[in-house]
Nanobody
Framework: QVQLVESGGGLVQAGGSLRLSCAAS????????MHWYRQAPGKQRELVAT???????NYADSVQGRFTISRDNSKKTVYLQMNSLKVADTAVYYC?????????WGQGTQVTVSS
């Protein structure tokens, strides 16, 4: 079955960096676009970044120029490099894949940015 396991979250000061990882299994990873979402307390889940199976990327305006999404198909892993972190980036970050039968989510990893 499809599994997505995020890691790499933590507590960091504003201006710092973190790299999130999402290890995928149970499907042909290289054939699918992958997405990172986040959800802050009291807010709706929002799309942060997308990488297509061909490696094209797209970002939310709020993270453009600070975050980089990448993938390693040999490791079936998608990454989110987050630089120049802001307090507003504090959220639970989720990995996501959309398949014909539905979409799948990881359990999420907490990112907390302190001022």
């Amino acid at each position: 079955q499809v599994q997505l396991v995020e890691s790499g979250g933590g507590l960091v000061q504003a201006g710092g960096s973190l790299r999130l990882s999402c290890a995928a299994s149970g499907f042909t990873f290289s054939s699918y676009a992958m997405h990172w979402y986040r959800q802050a307390p009291g807010k709706q889940r929002e799309l942060v970044a997308t990488i297509t199976r061909g490696g094209n990327t797209n970002y939310a305006d709020s993270v453009q120029g600070r975050f980089t999404i990448s993938r390693d198909n040999s490791k079936k892993t998608v990454y989110l490099q987050m630089n120049s972190l802001k307090v507003a980036d504090t959220a639970v970050y989720y990995c996501n894949v959309r398949r014909i039968e539905g979409e799948y989510w990881g359990q999420g990893t907490q990112v907390t940015v302190s001022s």
